[in-house]
C-alpha cells in the first residue's frame, strides 16, 4: 500500500500570510493526488484533484502543484474561512490512502 | 441538486452486523465511481471502499477486507456497504462520497454525503 505523509501536522498562520503544505507518497504516483478540507463537525471537500487543478467554485488563492511523489497545498492569502484540517489523498491505486491531515488555525 | 445522503448507523455490539445505505440524487448514477470512507472519533480520514461505475470491480481497504462488502442498486439510485463481525475500532462516521470524473475510477472525490455515525460498543 502508498502511504501518505503530511508536513506539518498543525501550522498557526495570520490572515493573508501565505501558506504551504507538504504531502509525500512512499512511492511515484505521477499527479494522482487530491487535497481537500475538512472544517469541524462537516464532510471533506474537495479542493485540488490530480495534483493541480482547482475544483470548480474553489476559490482561487488555493493552488496545488508536484509530481511523483512530492506535492505542496498552498493558500496564498490565508483567509478566516480557511481554518480547517487539511488532507491529501492518492488515487493512482487501491487503497486510496489519505495522508493524516495538517490542521490550519490562526494565531 | 447533486446529493448523497447516508442512514442506516447506529449503535452495535462488537461481532454483529450492519448494512448503510447511501442515496443519491442529481446526477446520473450509474456513471460514477462510489466509494465509502471513515473517520473514527478524533482521527483522521481513512478510505474504506469503493464500487465502480459498472459495479464490476470492488477495492476494500485491508482493515475491512473480508468483512465488508459494497454493492449498489441502479434502480433505486442507493449505494450500500454490508459490515459484518464489527470490532470496536470500526466506530466512526462512515460518509459516502462520489467520484470525480464519469466512468473513472482514479480521481478524486467531489460529492460527499454527511455522514453517519456507527458505534461498536458491548
Known amino acids: 500500500d502508498i502511504q501518505m505523509t503530511q508536513s506539518p501536522s498543525s501550522l498557526s498562520a495570520s490572515v493573508g500570510d501565505r501558506v504551504t503544505i507538504a504531502c509525500r507518497a512512499s512511492?511515484?504516483?505521477?499527479?494522482?493526488l487530491n487535497w481537500y478540507q475538512q472544517k469541524l463537525g462537516k464532510a471533506p471537500k474537495l479542493l485540488i484533484h490530480?495534483?493541480?487543478n482547482l475544483q470548480s467554485g474553489v476559490p482561487s488563492r488555493f493552488s496545488g502543484s508536484g509530481s511523483g511523489t512530492d506535492f505542496i497545498l498552498t493558500i496564498s492569502s490565508l483567509q478566516p474561512e480557511d481554518a480547517a484540517t487539511y488532507y491529501c489523498q492518492q488515487s493512482y491505486s487501491t487503497p486510496f490512502t489519505f495522508g493524516p491531515g495538517t490542521k490550519v488555525d490562526f494565531k | 441538486q447533486v446529493q448523497m445522503v447516508e442512514s442506516g448507523g447506529g449503535v452495535v455490539q462488537p461481532g454483529r452486523s450492519l448494512r448503510l445505505s447511501c442515496a443519491a440524487s442529481?446526477?446520473?448514477?450509474?456513471?460514477?465511481?462510489l466509494h465509502w470512507v471513515r473517520q473514527a472519533p478524533g482521527k483522521g480520514l481513512e478510505w474504506v471502499a469503493l464500487?465502480?461505475?459498472?459495479?464490476?470491480?470492488?477495492y476494500y481497504a485491508d482493515s475491512v477486507k473480508g468483512r465488508f462488502t459494497v454493492s449498489r442498486d441502479s434502480s433505486k439510485n442507493t449505494f450500500y456497504v454490508q459490515m459484518n463481525s464489527l470490532r470496536t475500532e470500526d466506530t466512526a462516521v462512515y460518509f459516502c462520497?462520489?467520484?470525480?470524473?464519469?466512468?473513472?475510477?482514479?480521481?478524486?472525490?467531489?460529492?460527499w454525503g454527511r455522514g453517519t455515525t456507527v458505534t461498536v460498543s458491548s
Open positions: 442529481g446526477f446520473i448514477f450509474s456513471s460514477y465511481t
Open positions: 490530480k495534483a493541480s
Open positions: 512511492q511515484s504516483i505521477s499527479s494522482f
Open positions: 462520497a462520489r467520484g470525480l470524473e464519469v466512468a473513472a475510477t482514479f480521481c478524486g472525490l467531489d460529492v
Open positions: 464500487i465502480t461505475y459498472d459495479g464490476g470491480n470492488k
